[in-house]
């Protein structure tokens, strides 16, 4: 017949010096450390990439909807000159 020991869990995280978080792991009589990577160069590069990626797609967009904007600004100006040198 087995017999059943509650078992106490504790957890507690440190920092190591390169960014790293060192996270110990307490389950009764056994330490179990658990170590989380940093980002990777590979990981970083990939984010860049996208990032870039979605600038050049939105840098055109937001460029024309400012030429479209000084367009319709400027008819705008030319509608009032025009209404006020008819009268």
């Not at 658990?34 to 840098?59: D, G, R, Y």
């Not at 967009?61 to 009268?87: F, H, P, Y």
């Amino acid at each position: 017949m087995k017999k059943n020991i509650g078992i106490s869990l504790a957890s507690s995280t440190f920092r190591t010096g390169f960014g790293h978080k060192l996270k110990l792991i307490i389950t009764g009589r056994r330490v179990m450390k658990k170590l989380s990577k940093p980002f990777t160069l590979i990981e970083l590069m990939i984010v860049v990439a996208i990032i870039a990626i979605i600038a050049v797609i939105a840098v055109p967009n937001l460029m024309d909807a400012q030429r479209n904007a000084k367009e319709r600004s400027s008819i705008g100006n030319l509608k009032t000159v025009m209404g006020d040198q008819a009268t």
